[in-house]
């Protein structure tokens, strides 16, 4: 088997206000390759949404950004800013929570499609809009062409912001919260697109949610954040067949049967820290049921355990 194309490779990514030595987001390692789905998972304010907007330079200049991102195997911290724009919607492509918001009200699914392929020759552009509607489930897809994004379901809507998504043919598909504003039966619908899109196109998917219960079903691996770290890593059969770190098991306590309420972390009292309450040592350690002194004075690395994943917690055993 040939070994799977590194897409997006983003090493000991921290990230800083410039008035704070404490990184908001510290060492952050994720690897992205060609047709597989990858999850970045936590809480509100785990540092998700910083990760991955990184790695596409969309973070403001009030944040000071350190390590290496390659796309592609060009470094993105080093792109000029005519580089920058060549390759956000080519080579890589960001969906975002609300299709509605994201979607112009005023011009039909066509025009916007056709926006999206200008570099197809005109002629080519009505088959080529159908062909990205088709890939993405859309059924009647010369009716859609005609209509305005008011007359669409959110999860149409959405579908076809990952139409619009998929025009430039990107290595790297960003989803973040993609689906937390539709239903529950619509988010399983699209989440499960996006992990055949990224089979049947090659493509890197980097999914950003803080719902553990949709990771399981459709991506291949999981980055578990919190308070900018990542705690545990690994393949999804392996973090949900055995989640080895306190943080990833109060996590799945926390996932509710099939209600889309938002959720809360009912096993662990507190919330993630911010800049001004940031402990030393584990970030977890103050609501973390296993804590010992040790934890609240030193970090713990994250180290490859025997099943197969990584963990950064001082009670999982490293493999030697
Ligand atoms: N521009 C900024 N300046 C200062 N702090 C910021 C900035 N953007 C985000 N933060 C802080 O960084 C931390 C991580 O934010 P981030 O948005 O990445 O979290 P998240 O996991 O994506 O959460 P959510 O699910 O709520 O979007 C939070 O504490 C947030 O308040």
Request: proline share 8%.
């Amino acid at each position: 088997m040939s070994i799977p194309r590194t897409v997006l490779d983003i090493r000991d990514l921290t990230i800083r206000t410039r008035t704070s030595a404490t990184p908001l987001v510290d060492a952050v390692s994720v690897r992205v390759s060609a047709g597989e789905s990858v999850a970045l998972v936590g809480e509100s304010g785990s540092g998700k949404s910083l990760t991955s907007l990184a790695s596409l330079r969309l973070l403001p200049d009030t944040l000071q950004v350190r390590g290496t991102i390659e796309l592609d195997g060009e470094s993105v911290l080093d792109m000029s800013p005519q580089r920058l724009r060549e390759v956000r919607g080519t080579t890589a492509a960001v969906i975002f929570q609300e299709p509605m918001s994201s979607l112009n009200p005023v011009l039909t699914v066509q025009t916007q499609l056709y926006e999206a392929l200008r570099g197809t020759p005109r002629a080519g552009k009505r088959a080529a809009a159908l062909e990205l509607l088709d890939q993405v489930g859309i059924t009647d897809p010369t009716r859609r062409l005609r209509q305005y994004p008011h007359e669409l379901s959110g999860g149409m809507s959405q579908r076809i912001m990952i139409a619009i998504a998929l025009a430039g043919r990107p290595s790297l598909l960003i989803a973040d919260e993609p689906t937390t504003a539709l239903d529950v039966t619509i988010q399983a619908q699209v989440l499960e697109l996006l992990q055949r899109l990224a089979r049947e196109l090659d493509m890197a998917v980097l999914l950003v949610t803080h719902d553990l219960g949709i990771v399981a079903e459709n991506c291949d691996r999981v980055n578990v954040l919190y308070a900018g770290r990542i705690v545990e890593t690994g393949p999804t059969d392996t973090v949900f067949g055995n989640p080895r770190h306190p943080y990833t098991r109060a996590l799945f306590a926390s996932i509710p049967d099939v209600d889309a309420a938002p959720r809360r972390l009912p096993s662990l009292p507190g919330t993630v820290p911010t800049l001004a309450t940031m402990p030393d040592g584990c970030r977890f350690h103050p609501r973390c049921p296993l804590a010992e002194a040790r934890c609240a004075v030193s970090t713990p690395p994250l180290v490859a355990h025997d099943g197969g994943g990584e963990g950064a917690c001082w009670m999982i055993g490293a493999v030697a």
